[in-house]
Every structure is written in structure tokens, then in C-alpha cells.
């Protein structure tokens, strides 16, 4: 079985930058494709940033692009999403998701129904 785990949530000013990770286990993380979303209390789930198993292209929503970053280390089995410029807007909780095990190249995307295991999300509060 799967599991995903994400830490580096945390308290941030505007403007700051984080860096979260999410670390998987039960399988090797190269044949997945892995996700970041986030939900702000009273709003839906948000997908953000996808990359792909395999070649390692990553697509990004606008609203991050230019500010997220998403990157994978297959030795050590964990995404990181690096976050700079953020704003009191980002202000949610961030959630890692994989989609797999894939055979094949895949394309990553951001919705939620895509994926088939989930982390427990970590904290990000942006805020002054």
C-alpha cells in the first residue's frame, strides 16, 4: 500500500518562501505521478502542480505558476514543492497525491479524480 507524507508546512509572512516535501513509501515513487493541491476552509480542493513519472515534465495552474515550483528525487522517494512569493491567499492545506503504478510515460494533470492516494496535508498559513 501506498502512503504519502507531507512536512515543511508552517507559519510564513508574506512574501516568504517554504518548502514542503512529501515523501512516499510501499513502492518505488518513479512509476507515479505526483500532485499538489490545496484547500482553504469553505473552498473546494485546488489542484496546483503535477509531474510526471518517467520524463519528469511538470505542468502548473496559473495561479502558482511563476511562484511554485515541483520537483521529484526518485532515490529518495519524495516530491518537493518549493514556494516562493507567497501571499496571504495561499494560506491552506496542502496535500500531495500519486497517481499509479504506471508502466508508461503518463501526463500528469490536476484534477483530483486522477489520483489514487492521498497524504493527510500539512499546514500553510501565510500571514503577517
Known amino acids: 500500500q501506498v502512503q504519502l507524507v507531507e512536512s515543511g508546512g508552517g507559519l510564513v509572512q508574506p512574501g516568504g518562501s517554504l518548502r514542503l516535501s512529501c515523501a512516499v513509501s510501499?513502492?518505488?515513487?518513479?512509476?507515479?505521478?505526483v500532485g499538489w493541491f490545496r484547500q482553504a476552509p469553505g473552498k473546494e480542493r485546488e489542484g496546483l502542480l503535477c509531474?510526471?513519472?518517467?520524463?519528469?515534465?511538470?505542468y502548473s495552474q496559473d495561479s502558482v505558476k511563476g511562484r511554485f515550483t515541483i520537483s521529484r528525487d526518485n532515490a529518495k522517494n519524495t516530491v518537493y514543492l518549493q514556494m516562493d512569493s507567497l501571499k496571504p491567499e495561499d494560506t491552506a492545506r496542502y496535500y500531495c497525491a500519486a497517481e499509479g503504478p504506471l508502466e508508461l510515460i503518463g501526463t500528469c494533470g490536476v484534477r483530483y479524480n486522477e489520483y489514487d492516494y492521498w497524504g493527510q496535508g500539512t499546514q500553510v498559513t501565510v500571514s503577517s
Open positions: 509531474i510526471n513519472n518517467g520524463d519528469g515534465r511538470t
Open positions: 510501499g513502492d518505488a515513487l518513479r512509476y507515479y505521478i
